[in-house]
């Protein structure tokens, strides 16, 4: 027999599928004990990097390329005095910590605000070539590094001036909540600047001072693994097939101290959409560390480590059950009927056919038996001859009784072993980072309404409302340049456009105590959200702007966070990470109220707030951040909510409980596998030779058989052809021998 044909490989691949998946089992259903470190509360950390990673370099591009934008608004416009640069500019942005205007011919210093910038890194290097005018690192006299950011005001008639302002590379201000702190790395590991440490003056104790010690020298060790393993590609630096976060991104392990372990996420600044746009903090080399120290986990539930052994003992002999069966019941029947038949064809008839006792073997058996005693001269009309049983189910019967004895384990293991319900523990370290990451995703967004109000008063300074065709042509420049905006307009006296640029231009009513963000559209299926700046020196006229919702919604999508939503102060939809209609509520109960709950007034103004909804056998990490912090857009009464099932969270109970239904599902798949090829190479071929056998015990000479497969049922298949040709040739022989006249019979 062929070695990939018959009864045998699909029975032996089920024993060795059988054994294997024992081995699994014993491997992931029963460890001794958990991870030191959660798999979720690690990915936290990685995440919670990557937002602060995003955060840095979004602020540090956007002061760049507001730079950039009032420096070619005023090259446009008319000279402007030195202090008057310096004056507007800290007015409308309010984010450099210095800023200079000098005279590139002769090198003096024309105007300063904010901290004093060194000029001694100012060099032929830096004006001209290929790098010329780029963005650079300098540290200061103090020690402290300022990202120098640089622009040339070139006005007719009038010396070049060189714009110069100075940034600092601080670790984002976003909250980072109790115990974490986040560090800013360079290429080589120094680290630049650090957040969340605790001074050692405000420490009570020298055990306290002691632990303060050993967690700097663990953000120093960790800092240095991190620049080291940012060094490579982004594209090698993933598992193949995977996306994500654009930049390096990962997860470090520190020491332990006092029964806490350091935990670390890092994320190296990286451009939102590196195949499109260039990011300026992106070719700095920077990378995030943000650091937790975390209670190690205690060892698994006393006697789990036997749970993967009796797992997988049952399914040794239930499996080994499950192979009896088909070895007792379907091969060596099989074997036996290619034996009979191989001695039938030779010609050996002296022997009954040892007939099986069911199924379509007994009626092949049966069918072989009367053609033996057709070939020893018994007829085919004689009488009834006798059958096998075929029973109602033949062949089938033991597969299905294998696939009983197979579900017997994989439907317990599947669905019922490991199961959780609603009293599942989650890290308290989760439930905290949910509320921070939550946070740091409204402060982007508060940032985001922010900068657009602020771009707009830069642009609305050069607006003319009495010339609309250049007006109309510097909002169409403005739209090109601002992806955030789906219409730009100008709203006189009245409310009527004076100018605009993009979609239909949306109501827009003026008035001192209307704010300059504004939301309508309810009732229709997305919200206008207009931004407004009032036109210096012409009273009564604003420039409006309506965002893109798609624009709010992509600062919402973040891996890790589940489904995220901007709600105003009636917990109504704005912008959601996923689809929504426009002020839609909130889909549970609980998160009005949470909403609710962080916006109420606690010291300086509402905080950020979580929580677990525990419902029947669901577990929902839910949190709430209000807008808070400066700008037009703190005071809009929006907060952030986001909530994902804790079944997304890689803990242990959820794990174990996925590993069972992976196990089961394995289970299946071999059953599937194994009887299914029994079924379609044995099963099914057997049945139809049985009917060919009895056709051709009662007499059906003219049908010729011809073997499909190279197996028993094959073999058995030639046998028969070879006993049909037996057959007919004895039938000719005996109808010859009728036809000839008898001897002494007839004549002359």
Not at 39 to 51: I, M, N
Not at 151 to 173: F, G, H, I
Not at 196 to 205: H, I, K, M, P
Not at 495 to 502: E, K, L, Q, S
Request: aromatic letters at 4%; a neutral charge.
């Amino acid at each position: 027999m062929p070695l990939l044909g018959g009864i045998r490989p699909p029975i032996a691949v089920l024993c060795v599928l059988v054994l294997v998946l024992a081995g699994l089992t014993v491997q992931v259903l029963g460890p001794g004990g958990e991870a030191v470190v959660p798999k979720a509360v690690l990915s936290s950390q990685q995440r919670f990097a990557e937002d602060g990673a995003i955060a840095l370099r979004a602020s540090i591009d956007e002061r760049v390329t507001d730079l950039h934008r009032t420096a070619a608004a005023l090259n446009a416009g008319a000279p402007v005095e030195p202090e008057r640069v310096l004056s507007d500019l800290g007015r409308t942005y309010q984010k450099w910590t210095g800023t200079t205007v000098l005279d590139l011919e002769s090198g003096k210093v024309l105007a300063t605000r904010g901290e004093t910038i060194p000029l001694a890194w100012l060099d032929k290097d830096v004006l001209t070539g290929d790098q010329a005018l780029k963005p650079r690192m300098v540290r200061l006299g103090t020690g402290d590094v300022r990202l120098m950011t640089m622009v040339v005001l070139d006005w007719k008639d009038r010396p070049q001036q060189l714009l110069v302002a100075s940034n600092s590379l601080a670790v984002p201000a976003i909250t980072l909540g109790p115990f974490r702190t986040m560090a800013v790395v360079t290429r080589d590991g120094e680290i630049l600047a650090t957040a969340g440490f605790e001074q050692a003056e405000a420490l009570n104790s020298d055990k306290q001072r002691v632990e303060l010690t050993f967690l700097q020298k663990q953000m120093s060790r960790l800092s240095d693994q991190a620049a080291e393993r940012t060094e490579q590609h982004p594209v090698t630096a993933k598992e193949p097939g995977s996306r994500g976060y654009p930049g390096v991104s990962g997860t470090l392990l520190g020491d332990d101290y006092n029964g806490r372990i350091a935990t670390a996420g890092y994320a190296s600044l990286a451009s939102s959409d590196p195949e499109e746009k260039e990011s300026v903090a992106a070719g700095l080399g920077l990378t995030v560390v943000a650091m937790l120290p975390v209670v190690q986990q205690h060892a698994g539930e006393q006697g789990r480590e036997l749970y993967g052994l009796v797992a997988a003992g049952a399914l040794v002999v239930l499996g080994l059950l499950a192979a009896a069966v088909l070895w007792a019941s379907v091969q060596r029947p099989l074997l036996r009927l290619f034996l009979e038949s191989r001695r039938l064809a030779r010609g050996d008839l002296t022997r009954p056919v040892s007939v099986p006792r069911w199924g379509e073997a007994a009626r092949i058996g049966s069918a072989l038996e009367r053609m033996r005693e057709q070939l020893r001269g018994a007829e085919a009309d004689s009488g009834p001859a006798p059958r096998g049983g075929t029973g109602r189910f033949g062949t089938r019967g033991p597969l299905m009784l294998t696939a009983v004895l197979l579900l017997l384990w994989c439907v317990p293991v599947g669905l019922l072993l490991n199961r959780t319900d609603g009293s599942v523990s989650v890290p308290a370290a989760m439930v905290n980072d949910q509320r921070d990451r939550t946070d740091l995703i409204a402060d982007r967004v508060r940032r985001a309404l922010n900068e657009a109000q602020a771009d707009l008063v830069s642009t609305s300074r050069l607006i003319d409302p009495g010339k609309s065709e250049t007006t109309t042509g510097l909002l169409a420049d403005a739209l090109r340049k601002h992806t955030r905006y789906q219409a730009l307009y100008v709203v006189g006296e009245g409310g009527r456009v004076v100018a605009r640029a993009g979609g239909d231009p949306g109501a827009w009513r003026d008035g001192d105590d209307l704010p300059l963000v504004r939301v309508s559209g309810k009732g229709e299926k997305r919200p206008v959200i207009q931004v407004g700046a009032p036109v210096p020196e012409h009273k009564g006229t604003t420039l409006v702007g309506e965002m893109r919702v798609e624009f709010l919604n992509s600062l919402l999508k973040r891996p890790g966070l589940g489904e995220v939503r901007v709600v105003n102060a009636d917990a109504e939809t704005l912008a959601a990470s996923d689809g929504f209609l426009a002020f839609e509520e909130l889909p549970n109960d609980a998160l009005p109220d949470l909403v609710r709950a962080a916006g109420v007034r606690v010291g300086a103004g509402p905080v950020e707030n979580s929580l677990l909804i525990r419902d029947g056998g669901d577990v929902t990490v839910a949190a709430a951040a209000p807008f808070s912090g400066g700008g037009v857009a703190a005071d809009l009464g929006w907060s952030v909510v986001s909530w994902q099932n804790a079944e997304r969270l890689q803990i242990a109970p959820y794990e174990r409980e996925d590993r069972s239904v992976l196990a089961g599902m394995l289970g299946l798949a071999a059953i599937i596998v194994c009887l299914g090829w029994v079924y379609l190479v044995v099963v099914r071929p057997l049945r139809a030779l049985a009917a060919a056998a009895e056709k051709l015990a009662d007499g059906d000479l003219k049908t010729v058989h011809y073997p499909r497969y190279q197996d028993e049922v094959g073999a058995v298949v030639r046998s028969l052809e070879l006993l049909r040709q037996q057959l007919q040739t004895r039938r000719q022989n005996q109808a010859r021998r009728s036809a000839e006249p008898r001897l002494g019979v007839g004549g002359r």
